[in-house]
């Protein structure tokens, strides 16, 4: 047991007074992330300033064996950055300089507290931008998607976080700092800078990135189509895929989304249908309009009941305004709602969502999705009550269903979002002992006395035998029906 | 004719064998790039019999193969439906498996547009050191749980394990490419009117220099061209298939030099300080030095302009081919391979001498 007040003073010796919070009353806005379900009070949050400074934080967290749990903005969806109650929280918000942007090289150098939307507001004087563009943008920092490889609506051409880092700077646990790859398209030795990317603050701590800018599209479109039957519309999605279009966003929303999002920021759709899909195409001019009209008669030819470019910039963003806005729309409709995150193989959409409302009604509870439909990563928004006993538990149970169906499909517990605490269960689901043991492995060749972020993203043998027990029952697995991938 | 083949079981074996005798195996699919990396010793472990195309979904923009697979067999099933391997990987000789494609890390011309193995690969069967065959990743777009340990697996040289089977995104192939070619003198010339281009979303796929020839590869309609054309004063060729073919697989005559051949990995933009020829591709993130001058010195060079070399044909294959890693970094990677290698059988010393 490390004692709070101690510390503190070790701490104040070695960072400026400002840097260290210790006060319990001051320690309760750090006591959870973006998952406001989960809270611990950490024993101490640091907010140091530089780099040098968290080389020495970490040196002496690791000499007195105290567990340190980083944080950026604290938009995380997963309780990544969930506090270690006898652990330092390390905030990096403080690294926030854009430290260099580079136009010759079409690259920026930036610290990990620097937000997401900063560095292409930094970026477009120069007629550069970052391109992924998670829907939490304005908010979250760079470190913070590095830690958990973000992605956004334009994945699927642009690529997750991990397509889009150049370079990280990296300190160990024991304080050494380290440069994985580099301003050149690859770097010498084992690809350690992909096993840093997602890998949610268990390995290193990130103080500074190096990231790739791209050239801002001449121009970008975006077509709105409303479909009667969802399996229809995802149907269109494999169509428009198929014909050779690789469009800069493609993204569905079901019903219930439409209309809590309407509701919201009046974007225009069509509250009647079933689904609807948003499909961007950016480029030069001549070239846009072309592919759009390609895409409106596909859109047609698929089936869609209506079908609607956007007329200007302004509807283009309204379009976009209400997507961007689904989860804080559903927030209106529902005093408490659960993101899930699982990436299925997008041709099995209809079959998944149709299970995901027969759960619904066996949980009684109402579920909203919006899809990533390009690249197949799955929002199902979960309503609640918390205030009603028992049904937040109702909800993670529903959840967790959601996810290990995800798995059973083909797909994944989460793709975006990470593991954190929230999906350390299903992580049995999706790996087998042999696979798990290999990843604690892996975490004890950077972090030998498990004290970054510990007990997070992966979970022990153990958990996952207690977890196995409680849900495969008379040695039946969830989902017997499906083949097995 | 394709065969279709799962060894998984024969494999499995043979490396358990091999592991209980601490016997080391040279893992070899079709041989095509053996004169890369360092020369290492051991049984040779023929992975190119387990192959077959296991699942390929258009819609889905993934394809999933066992390593053994013939690159040609992969590419010739994509093209068929419009399709290509984003990351065009080079097949020397003609030659050439897609597990050697991604254990090698190698890419082709199209690579800083395209993206590197790494960037494509979505999941893997890896078997492990210990006879494991272990998945991880998976065959969608998106997967952050656990650690993304089979993309750690691309550039490994097959130091980590034998990759029994691969999904990797594939992209639709551009309707159109086309070859424009700029007069301007050497590359430092060359140089800012490419840059240019670039920074204004010219869609490149592909660029070439050397001495006094550049040559860009677009993927457009012909309008665009005529209007590129127009704007930047440079020529519209024809495509010229063949000769980027010949680019990646280093069938031009430029490659068929004698000396070491020295493969520099630097910021595009960056200059090294050297009056040497070189043919710079990747719009210079990438150039090719034949050079029998000592390899600290190119190292040094090189790194000085933020970038690394390595040795990729000829010279001594038993000395160091890759470039020197900082210690710590070289104890992680010795580390990992404790992990999925204890005995230490995979390709001992192709990657690096001392493991």
New interface residues.
Partial sequence: MHDRQTLAGEFRRMLPEECVIYREEELIPYECDGLSAYRKVPLIVLLPYTAEQVEEILRFCHQRQIPVVPRGSGTGLSGGALPHEQGVLLSLARLNRILQI??????ARVQPGVRNLAVSEAARPL??YYAPDPSSQIACSIGGNVA??A?GVH??KY??T??NVLQLTLI?IDG?R???G???????????L??I???EG??GIVVEVLVKLL????QQQVVLAAFDDIETAGNAV??I??R???PAGLEMMDNLSIRASEDFVHAGYPTDAAAILLCEVD??D??VS?EISRVREILQQSGATEVRTAGDDEERVRFWAGRKNAFPAVGRISPDYYCMDG?????QLGRVLKMIGEMSKRYGLRCANVF?A????LHPLILYDANNPGELEQAEAFGGEILELCVAV??????????GME?INQ?CA???D???E??H???R??DPLTLLNPGK??PTLNRCAEFGAMHVHAGKLRFPELER? | MAADRDCSETLRRAVLDAAGESRPLQLMGHGSKAFYGRACLGDPLSLAEHSGIISYEPTELVITARGGTALKEIEDALREKGQMLPFEPPQFDGKGTIGGAIASGLSGPRRPWGGAPRDLLLGMKLLDGRGQILRFGGQVMKNVAGYDLSRLMAGAMGTLGILLEVSIKVLPKPPQEHTLMLSAGDWAAARPLLHKMLIEGVPVTASYSQGEQHKLRLACSQQRVEQIVQRYGVEAVDHQVDFWRALRDQQLDYFTQKEPLWRLSIPPAADIDSKEQMLYEWSGGVRWLFSARPGSEIRSRVENAGGHAILFRNGDRSGEIFHPLHPRLADMQKGLKQVFDPEGIFNPGRHYPDY
């Fill in positions: 580079d136009r010759e090289n079409m690259q007629g550069l958990e490889n992605g994945c699927l690529g997750l991990l397509h160990t050494e380290l440069t994985l580099g301003g050149s398209l690859d770097a010498p030795g084992l690809d350690l992909t096993l990317t997602g890998s268990m390995l050239p801002i599209p001449q494999a169509e895929i198929a050779g279009i690789l480029g030069v001549a070239e072309e990436t299925i193989p997008r041709r990533h390009g690249d197949g990563n083909g797909g994944t517990i989460t793709g975006e979002h990470g593991v999906k992580m999706q790996f087998r042999e696979e798990l290999t990843f492995q892996v975490k060749v950077f993203a992966i991938f």
